[in-house]
């Protein structure tokens, strides 16, 4: 009885997040394009701090990595 519950309320909060995801998607308010190219960036800024060490290019904070690890 006590996993049914929780099953049955693990279904509502992922409904009620799915449809609160879609209202914000597609509402007239909304910046939608602005949101994802801003987690866009965001991602690709991320991918560029994980491999300034092996690239030798400038990483989180202007930390550079290299052979040798983190300078300041």
Same mark, same amino acid.
């Given at each position: 009885?006590?996993?049914?519950?929780?099953?049955?309320?693990?279904?509502?909060?992922? +409904?009620?997040?799915?449809?609160?995801? #879609?209202?914000?998607?597609?509402?007239?308010?909304?910046?939608?394009?602005?949101?994802?190219? +801003?987690?866009?960036?965001?991602?690709?800024?991320?991918?560029?701090? +994980?491999?300034?060490?092996?690239?030798?290019?400038?990483? #989180?904070?202007?930390?550079?990595?290299?052979? +040798?690890?983190?300078?300041?």
């Amino acid at each position: 009885m006590g996993d049914q519950l929780i099953a049955s309320v693990v279904t509502v909060a992922t +409904a009620i997040v799915g449809l609160a995801i #879609i209202a914000v998607l597609v509402s007239n308010n909304a910046n939608t394009s602005g949101v994802i190219q +801003a987690g866009g960036s965001a991602f690709a800024s991320d991918i560029a701090a +994980a491999v300034a060490p092996v690239t030798g290019s400038t990483g #989180i904070g202007g930390f550079t990595g290299g052979s +040798a690890g983190f300078h300041f």
